[in-house]
Protein backbone atom coordinates (compact mmCIF):
# COMPACT_ATOMS: atom_id res chain seq x y z
CA UNK A 1 0.00 0.00 0.00
CA UNK A 2 1.23 3.39 -1.16
CA UNK A 3 2.40 5.43 1.68
CA UNK A 4 -0.34 8.64 1.28
CA UNK A 5 -3.31 6.10 1.06
CA UNK A 6 -1.95 4.51 4.43
CA UNK A 7 -1.88 7.62 6.73
CA UNK A 8 -5.08 8.58 4.98
CA UNK A 9 -6.50 5.09 6.71
CA UNK A 10 -4.70 5.48 9.61
CA UNK A 11 -5.78 9.31 9.69
CA UNK A 12 -9.65 8.19 9.27
CA UNK A 13 -9.34 6.01 12.06
CA UNK A 14 -8.34 8.58 14.43
CA UNK A 15 -11.05 10.79 13.37
CA UNK A 16 -13.15 9.19 16.37
CA UNK A 17 -13.20 10.02 20.10
CA UNK A 18 -14.35 6.32 20.84
CA UNK A 19 -11.76 4.87 18.26
CA UNK A 20 -8.82 7.01 20.19
CA UNK A 21 -10.05 5.90 23.62
CA UNK A 22 -10.07 2.44 22.47
CA UNK A 23 -6.48 2.65 21.27
CA UNK A 24 -5.17 4.51 24.38
CA UNK A 25 -6.89 1.36 26.45
CA UNK A 26 -5.34 -0.58 23.99
CA UNK A 27 -1.50 1.19 24.70
CA UNK A 28 -2.38 0.89 28.70
CA UNK A 29 -3.17 -2.63 29.19
CA UNK A 30 -1.71 -4.46 25.85
CA UNK A 31 -4.97 -6.49 25.28
CA UNK A 32 -8.33 -6.17 25.88
CA UNK A 33 -11.46 -8.03 25.08
CA UNK A 34 -14.58 -6.47 23.77
CA UNK A 35 -16.84 -6.80 26.62
CA UNK A 36 -13.86 -5.19 28.85
CA UNK A 37 -13.34 -1.99 26.27
CA UNK A 38 -17.70 -2.17 26.29
CA UNK A 39 -17.44 -1.81 30.08
CA UNK A 40 -14.96 0.79 30.32
CA UNK A 41 -16.13 3.15 27.33
CA UNK A 42 -19.89 2.00 27.77
CA UNK A 43 -20.60 1.60 23.85
CA UNK A 44 -22.73 -1.14 23.26
CA UNK A 45 -20.79 -4.55 22.35
CA UNK A 46 -21.72 -4.50 18.43
CA UNK A 47 -20.61 -0.48 18.02
CA UNK A 48 -17.46 -1.59 19.89
CA UNK A 49 -16.88 -4.51 17.26
CA UNK A 50 -17.51 -1.93 14.65
CA UNK A 51 -14.69 0.41 15.48
CA UNK A 52 -12.32 -2.69 16.10
CA UNK A 53 -13.37 -3.88 12.90
CA UNK A 54 -12.07 -0.28 11.60
CA UNK A 55 -8.92 -0.08 13.59
CA UNK A 56 -7.94 -3.50 12.38
CA UNK A 57 -8.08 -2.51 8.79
CA UNK A 58 -6.22 0.20 8.83
CA UNK A 59 -3.61 -1.65 10.43
CA UNK A 60 -3.48 -0.15 13.68
CA UNK A 61 -4.94 -3.07 16.18
CA UNK A 62 -4.36 -6.91 15.14
CA UNK A 63 -6.11 -9.57 17.23
CA UNK A 64 -5.59 -13.48 18.75
CA UNK A 65 -8.02 -15.77 19.42
CA UNK A 66 -6.98 -17.29 23.28
CA UNK A 67 -9.63 -19.94 23.82
CA UNK A 68 -12.95 -18.12 24.14
CA UNK A 69 -10.75 -14.64 24.58
CA UNK A 70 -10.36 -12.67 20.67
CA UNK A 71 -7.44 -10.06 22.27
CA UNK A 72 -7.16 -7.20 20.61
CA UNK A 73 -4.44 -5.23 20.86
CA UNK A 74 -2.42 -2.62 19.27
CA UNK A 75 -0.25 -3.52 15.86
CA UNK A 76 3.60 -4.55 17.11
CA UNK A 77 4.70 -3.91 13.70
CA UNK A 78 3.39 -0.81 13.39
CA UNK A 79 5.48 1.75 10.94
CA UNK A 80 7.80 3.74 13.59
CA UNK A 81 6.14 6.84 12.33
CA UNK A 82 3.11 5.72 12.99
CA UNK A 83 3.86 4.70 15.94
CA UNK A 84 5.38 7.77 17.10
CA UNK A 85 2.56 9.58 15.70
CA UNK A 86 -0.13 7.32 18.19
CA UNK A 87 2.23 8.25 21.29
CA UNK A 88 2.09 11.80 20.75
CA UNK A 89 -1.64 11.68 20.69
CA UNK A 90 -1.48 9.71 24.01
CA UNK A 91 0.54 12.28 25.43
CA UNK A 92 -2.08 15.12 24.31
CA UNK A 93 -4.89 12.84 25.76
CA UNK A 94 -3.66 11.95 28.77
CA UNK A 95 -5.02 15.04 31.06
CA UNK A 96 -8.71 14.19 30.28
CA UNK A 97 -10.57 13.52 32.82
CA UNK A 98 -12.24 11.13 31.38
CA UNK A 99 -9.05 9.40 29.78
CA UNK A 100 -7.74 9.59 33.76
CA UNK A 101 -10.81 7.89 34.93
CA UNK A 102 -10.79 5.01 32.16
CA UNK A 103 -6.99 4.66 32.32
CA UNK A 104 -7.81 3.80 36.38
CA UNK A 105 -10.48 1.52 35.50
CA UNK A 106 -8.46 -0.63 32.85
CA UNK A 107 -5.79 -1.33 35.37
CA UNK A 108 -8.67 -3.03 37.64
CA UNK A 109 -11.17 -5.02 35.34
CA UNK A 110 -11.18 -8.91 35.66
CA UNK A 111 -13.01 -9.78 32.43
CA UNK A 112 -13.12 -13.23 34.20
CA UNK A 113 -16.00 -10.86 35.89
CA UNK A 114 -17.09 -9.06 33.17
CA UNK A 115 -17.11 -11.90 30.29
CA UNK A 116 -20.56 -14.61 30.36
CA UNK A 117 -19.30 -16.05 27.23
Known sequence: MDI???????????????????LYL???????????IREIIGLSQPTISSH????????LVTYRKDGKWVNYSIN???DKRISQMLNNVFS???????VKKD???????????????
Do not use: Q, W, Y
Not at 4 to 22: P, Y
Not at 26 to 36: M, Q, R, T
Not at 103 to 117: A, F, Q
Open 76 to 78: PVL
Open 26 to 36: LNEKKDLCVCE
Open 92 to 98: IIEFDEI
Open 4 to 22: LKNITKVLKALADENRIKI
Open 52 to 59: LKLLENSG
Open 103 to 117: RITVNEINRKNLCKS
